[in-house]
């Protein structure tokens, strides 16, 4: 089925540690989009890319970076995670109509001990 | 700068209650409005969606809306909830042209009661 993949779905680190999660979508959509969603606060945009090659930070960057390595693939990585980085990790896409919706991945739930 | 308020953070109902989640936002130029729905452990679905023509948008699970521009309004309404309308709730706001900028509403959570 078409869509947007995350991986992981889960994962757990510890303070201090890197990884990298991973989005990607086969719609061939420009725009791909990495969000936080914490109880409260709905959804904060992290980092987003418009195109393939280009990436600008959104309202919460800091701490984390992010690749668009292609049209299809957009990662997301926490150099040196932090407790405060706890939280579901959504990526998603759209397409260049701007009456579209955005899609969603199922999102990873990322704990930082 | 693009905005989005749901004033509502937790509304509880009993079942075969109506609905009105309310949602404004702010933004100068033309807008695509969007209501998404996320279950308990789920990613957001859309419900429905305003881009133009009849303000009074129908989505999916009986769920409806209507954009008042005099308002900057874009209230989600069902008349008769059920329990499994129990989810959160998030209004969109997408600008048209070029980049599509798109700004949620923080949520609200719906909790339907048998």
């Known amino acids: 089925n078409a869509g947007v993949t995350q991986t992981p779905k889960f994962q757990v680190l510890k303070t201090g540690q890197s990884m990298t999660l991973q989005c990607a979508q086969d719609m061939n959509h420009n725009s791909m989009y990495w969000y936080r969603q914490d109880p409260g606060m709905g959804l904060r945009l992290i980092y987003y890319?418009?195109?393939?090659?280009?990436?600008d930070k959104g309202e919460v960057p800091n701490g984390y970076n992010v690749s668009r390595l292609n049209k299809r693939e957009f990662s997301l990585r926490l150099e040196s995670a932090a407790p405060s980085q706890t939280s579901v990790y959504f990526c998603a896409s759209i397409g260049q109509i701007s009456n579209q919706p955005q899609h969603f991945g199922d999102g990873t739930r990322l704990s930082i001990l | 700068a693009q905005s989005v308020s749901q004033h509502n953070h937790h509304v509880i109902l009993s079942e075969a209650a109506s609905l009105e989640l309310g949602c404004n936002y702010s933004?100068?130029?033309?807008?695509?409005l969007f209501w998404y729905v996320q279950y308990p452990g789920q990613h957001l679905q859309l419900l429905l969606k305003y881009f133009s023509g009849d303000p009074l948008v129908k989505g999916i699970k009986g769920f409806e809306a209507e954009f008042i521009k005099s308002k900057f309004s874009f209230n989600l309404r069902k008349p008769s909830v059920q329990w499994s309308d129990t989810a959160e709730y998030f209004c969109?706001?997408?600008?048209?042209?070029?980049?599509?900028?798109?700004?949620f509403g923080t949520g609200t959570k719906l909790q339907v009661i048998p």
């Open positions: 890319s418009a195109s393939e090659g280009t990436t």
């Open positions: 969109a706001v997408i600008s048209s042209g070029g980049y599509q900028k798109v700004t």
């Open positions: 933004y100068g130029g033309t807008v695509n």
